[in-house]
């Protein structure tokens, strides 16, 4: 009997003990552990541990739960006193237009008429000889309404063909040589009048210099050398800067190197070779009629798309930029002697036509709006497309979108409509007194009005536009997050905040261009948060911005950026 007891009391034990012990669990390649995670997880904020394995996050805890990832070839990395965030998404950029023209010349910093003398004195002397300058970045401020002129450009680089754009890349301005080559002259017609045309002398007709919006392209599409080659080696070449600076992800909403379908092979070729940094969710821009528009979508679909690259939606543009007095708006541009609202680009009945083309194929619409106008027929064009396919779900998107009626703003949730903004725009910068002057100062205060879109329930994302800007010309995410806290221009804590009352909090800006970038693209299953299953793109900061001053976000350093399970970039 004593025996028996024995026996059935080591039975027993050796049952429980075997239901109580923990399920072997294999090991972690990657560990994030010691300080603080900000998820933008909405059931799960705060953590401060994270294991990786592979491509995935396996754990998202606290140290104690993260010990038992922890095996003989885990790489452990410690937070410290920094700050760890899911991959830092753009939700509207340029890589290749932002790579390419990048000539170590930032024209968008010469904020005066002296400084932007001497940037063009250094780039004419880095391009001796007597072949085509190309560069761009030039403050419309600094100019009149009709913009620089080919004069202005002869006196400093002679009799050379030179093309340069705008900081906001809806404006060229050309030397005399580039116009007289480019057959332009008092006869040569706009291409678009009111829309895409050239500045000229009210009395002979002559073209002045500036070309607005599209007028000109054929003169850089000529002289401006860049092969698929060219194009290729200087993204490459800014993919390190890209990771150094937390960047995960981009919505690239234009792309030519220098045609559009070349520069889907580039990103196609560096995926499969494994040199990709970034993951890239492209467009397919529409110059075309919108059914074959959305055929060539499918094509590049099947095409190129790869885990790190695919087409996302097409890109449509309702109207320009006030600074050329292209956009359109609710209201009458003031500098004007007559009612000058501006014109859009494309027809209402046509948007509306072609977003239906669109939407009953399931494939993504992203317009490019500004004005009130603009923004106000995007939003028709979306209802009514919704109302004729019945398709509610399927992803559209409008970019920048500076001027809202309040009228319109809960319209973005109602229709399921992400809206997008370049944030840094919103500050005082001087493009804020440029553009006051033509719009109104009343409505550029009020321009940008992210906090109440945020509360009215839309999803709000936020993105560089790289290289375009009103003034500041940047890719780095932490000068986005600190102007949207703050309303000024990074680094500058004396400026007074541009309508403070649609500033966001810290967690909300992070949140803007990770999570809320993921719901813009269709990838919140996988993409946007630190969550267990998701995709492990991470970065993690030197410093935990929830404890510094708001002016000094950009200045953090980026200690290490994940894509994939896989270190891109470590300080």
């Not at 739960?65 to 760890?84: A, V």
């Not at 300058?133 to 009709?146: E, S």
């Not at 002289?223 to 490459?236: L, N, Q, T």
């Amino acid at each position: 009997m004593r025996i028996m007891l024995v026996t059935l009391t080591l039975i027993a034990t050796t049952i429980l003990g075997g239901c109580n012990s923990e399920p072997t669990v294999e090991p972690a390649d990657l560990v994030f552990a010691g300080g603080a995670v900000f998820t933008s997880d909405p059931d799960q904020p705060n953590a401060s541990a994270v294991a990786i394995r592979g491509e995935r996050i396996v754990y998202v805890g606290n140290e104690a739960g993260i010990e038992s990832f922890i095996g003989p070839n885990t790489r452990k990395i410690d937070i410290g006193d920094g700050l760890l965030i899911s991959g830092l998404m753009d939700s509207h950029t340029h890589v290749f237009n932002g790579s390419f023209s990048d000539v170590g010349v930032n024209l968008s910093l010469a904020d005066t008429r002296e400084k932007l003398q001497v940037a063009l004195e250094t780039i004419r002397d880095a391009n001796p000889g007597s072949g085509p300058v190309y560069a761009r970045g030039w403050q419309n401020h600094l100019f009149p309404k009709t913009g620089p002129t080919a004069q202005q450009l002869d006196e400093i680089f002679g009799d050379r063909i030179v093309i340069l754009g705008s900081v906001d890349g809806h404006s060229r301005w050309f030397s005399s040589r580039a116009l007289r080559e480019g057959g332009v002259d008092a006869n040569y017609p706009d291409p678009h009048p009111g829309v895409s045309f050239f500045e000229r002398d009210p009395l002979t007709n002559e073209p002045l210099g500036t070309g607005r919006e599209k007028a000109g392209g054929h003169i850089e599409a000529e002289f401006i050398p860049g092969d698929k080659a060219a194009y290729r080696e200087r993204f490459v070449n800014w993919l390190p800067r890209a990771s150094a600076s937390g960047l995960t992800g981009v919505f690239d909403a234009w792309a030519g190197a220098p045609s559009e379908e070349e520069a889907y092979e580039i990103w196609h070729s560096l995926s499969e070779s494994g040199d990709l940094s970034l993951r890239v969710f492209a467009s397919v821009r529409e110059n075309d009629a919108a059914d074959r528009i959305a055929a060539q979508f499918k094509r590049f679909e099947q095409s190129y798309s790869s885990q790190l690259i695919r087409p996302e939606a097409v890109k449509l543009a309702a109207d320009g930029v006030p600074e050329g007095h292209t956009a359109f708006l609710l209201t009458p541009y003031v500098d004007s002697t007559n009612e000058d609202f501006g014109q859009p680009m494309i027809s209402k009945a046509n948007l509306t036509a072609n977003v239906t083309t669109y939407f009953s194929q399931d494939i993504p619409v992203h317009i490019h709006a500004i004005g009130g106008a603009a923004v106000r027929m995007s939003l028709d064009a979306i209802e009514s497309a919704r109302a004729t396919t019945g398709n509610e779900s399927v992803r559209a998107t409008i970019a920048h979108m500076d001027f809202v009626h309040p009228d319109d703003i809960p319209r973005f949730k109602a229709l399921n409509v992400t809206a997008q903004t370049s944030i840094q725009w919103a500050a005082r910068d001087p493009s804020y007194f440029n553009i006051g002057s033509f719009v109104g100062m009343e409505k550029v205060e009020n321009a940008y009005p992210v906090r109440s879109i945020m509360d009215a329930g839309a999803n709000q994302s936020f993105g560089a536009d790289w290289p375009a800007s009103a003034y500041l010309s940047t890719y780095k995410p932490l000068e986005l997050l600190e102007a949207a806290v703050t309303r000024r221009l990074p680094g500058e804590p004396n400026m007074p905040p541009r309508n403070p009352d649609q500033s966001v909090s810290l967690a909300e800006a992070i949140i803007a261009m990770t999570r809320n970038t993921a719901i813009q693209v269709g990838e919140l299953e996988s993409l946007g948060s630190i969550t267990e299953g998701k995709l492990a793109d991470l970065v993690l900061l030197e410093k935990n911005l929830f404890d510094i001053p708001a002016e000094t976000i950009n200045a953090t350093p980026v200690t290490a950026t994940v894509v994939n399970g896989r270190i891109v970039h470590e300080q």
